[in-house]
T-cell receptor, first 116, second 114 residues
Framework: GENVEQHPSTLSVQEGDSAVIKCTYS??????FPWYKQELGKRPQLIID?????GEKKDQRIAVTLNKTAKHFSLHITETQPEDSAVYFC???????????????FGQGTILTVHP | IAGITQAPTSQILAAGRRMTLRCTQD?????MYWYRQDLGLGLRLIHY???????GKGEVPDGYSVSRANTDDFPLTLASAVPSQTSVYFC?????????????FGSGTRLTVV
């Protein structure tokens, strides 16, 4: 089945710095790539997503890039703030067949800590 | 009910006991999912349902069963709980069965099997 690898597992930055989290996936049929943020004790919440017909997408301080040839995608957070501290998950699914069809496969998560 | 609701919030369960985790959504989403979350392993799919009356196995289905009698409810049953099933369980739903839309997650059930 689909396999999603996420790195790093932990990331510590100073407030105002940028943070980058990277994911790779195995199923070439995957074409939908969301990112979720999970605060301590809370449910995961969708923060941004990208589809395979787009190489980059931005929403204020966050952006996601996708390289379908290399099968990797990344989350970029600029001007980080303490409230960005959370666990971030990448995921992949397919709406065009393949082992990831119709279901999200998640990465292992990245614990981001932003120090004031 | 607004969105997706899980019950109970937390539970301590003796090994060997049977338990059902409840999940209800009021968004009329076709697809529903059960994931377990363990530290360092992310979210792993247990079972899913693309529409009422159908279910499928995910990555880690052993020891769990589900049913989907109607659109709103998707209960997860542990027939005979074991300590390795200690985890946080999240139910999720999506309007698209193709997986090309984001999920809405419930607030989770923290289960401890002793």
């Amino acid at each position: 089945g689909e396999n999603v690898e996420q790195h790093p597992s932990t990331l510590s930055v100073q407030e105002g710095d940028s943070a980058v989290i990277k994911c790779t996936y195995s199923d070439s049929a995957s074409n939908y790539f969301p990112w979720y943020k999970q605060e301590l004790g809370k449910r995961p919440q969708l923060i941004i997503d990208i589809r395979s017909n787009v190489g980059e997408k931005k929403d204020q301080r966050i952006a996601v890039t996708l390289n379908k040839t290399a099968k990797h995608f990344s989350l970029h957070i600029t001007e980080t703030q303490p409230e960005d501290s959370a666990v971030y998950f990448c995921a992949a699914s397919s709406n065009a067949g393949g082992t990831s069809y119709g279901k999200l496969t998640f990465g292992q998560g990245t614990i981001l800590t932003v120090h004031p | 009910i607004a969105g997706i609701t899980q019950a109970p919030t937390s539970q301590i369960l003796a090994a060997g006991r049977r338990m059902t985790l409840r999940c209800t959504q009021d968004m009329r989403h076709n697809a529903m999912y059960w994931y377990r979350q363990d530290l360092g392993l992310g979210l792993r799919l247990i079972h899913y349902s693309n529409t009422a009356g159908t279910t499928g196995k995910g990555e880690v289905p052993d020891g769990y069963s589900v049913s989907r009698a109607n659109t709103d409810d998707f209960p997860l049953t542990l027939a005979s709980a074991v300590p390795s099933q200690t985890s946080v369980y999240f139910c999720a739903s999506s309007p698209a069965t193709t997986g090309a839309r984001g999920y809405t997650f419930g607030s989770g059930t923290r289960l401890t099997v002793v």
